[in-house]
């Protein structure tokens, strides 16, 4: 399965774009929002309980998760939030997948649909790429000396885990979706810190992109990640290897 992992080949930009500070705020916000309309407690609502961790991980303030889980829940007043998904393809026939969060359908659509337009792109109907992709539970381990391959792999198989990936600089465990959060909690509890985990989109075929069209389409991906309702984009670009980011 090592032609579906590429984690920091689809990751990187995204967690790039994500660091800038108040626009990662107002994403996890819409996040919370939209998985506490499944109950308020984060006990008995892991989705809510896994956008939490989240937001404490980027310094998010308790104050702010708190008061955006008492819009949700009803007790103060707040945009309604609803998730969408669009579908599309890139430069040089890249399969993309973009979700967002939103409280304006037709704004979302035709922003979306203006970037995939002006960046080589044409948005497609529903179902148009995602037999493409798998959905699959994707947790990141860095590799460091005290982390032993044998021990995570051990942990993570023997917990569920469909497969377990050596890259360069970390370790990636796949799981299906429902397996996510007992395997999630074994590597947690045999002392394993867990750089990145979530339930995710990943390629089952790749598409190959020399230098140029990596970076044409590396833009479109930019694009997308700047616009303020678009929380997610996947996709199953293999970048030219000489290819870096600025």
Request: proline letters at 2%.
């Amino acid at each position: 399965m090592s032609g579906h992992s590429k984690w920091h080949n689809i990751q990187a930009k995204k967690n790039k774009m994500d660091a800038k500070r108040g626009k990662i705020f107002t994403k996890i916000g819409k996040e919370l929002m939209m998985a506490a309309k499944d109950g308020a407690n984060p006990d008995t609502n892991s989705k809510l309980r896994d956008v939490i961790t989240k937001a404490k991980a980027a310094n998010m303030p308790m104050d702010n998760i708190n008061r955006v889980i008492k819009k949700a829940a009803g007790e103060t007043g707040g945009a309604d939030f609803e998730e969408m998904v669009y579908e599309g393809y890139g430069p040089n026939g890249v399969a993309v997948i973009v979700e967002a969060y939103t409280d304006n359908k037709n704004r979302t659509a035709g922003n979306v649909r203006h970037i995939f337009d002006k960046f080589g792109g044409n948005l497609g109907t529903t179902g148009s790429v995602t037999f493409m992709f798998n959905k699959k539970g994707q947790l990141v381990v860095e590799k460091t000396e005290d982390v032993s391959e044998e021990e995570l792999m051990m942990v993570a198989l023997d917990s569920g885990a469909e497969d377990f990936l050596s890259e360069d600089t970390v370790f990636e465990i796949i799981t299906e979706p429902e397996t996510f959060e007992t395997v999630k909690a074994a590597i947690n509890d045999a002392g394993f810190e867990i750089l990145e985990g979530s339930v995710t989109m990943l390629p089952n075929v790749t598409t190959s992109l020399d230098l140029e069209m990596s970076e044409k389409f590396q833009k479109l991906v930019d694009k997308l990640l700047e616009d303020d309702d678009v929380d997610n984009v996947y996709h199953n670009a293999d970048f030219d290897e000489n290819f870096e980011e600025n």
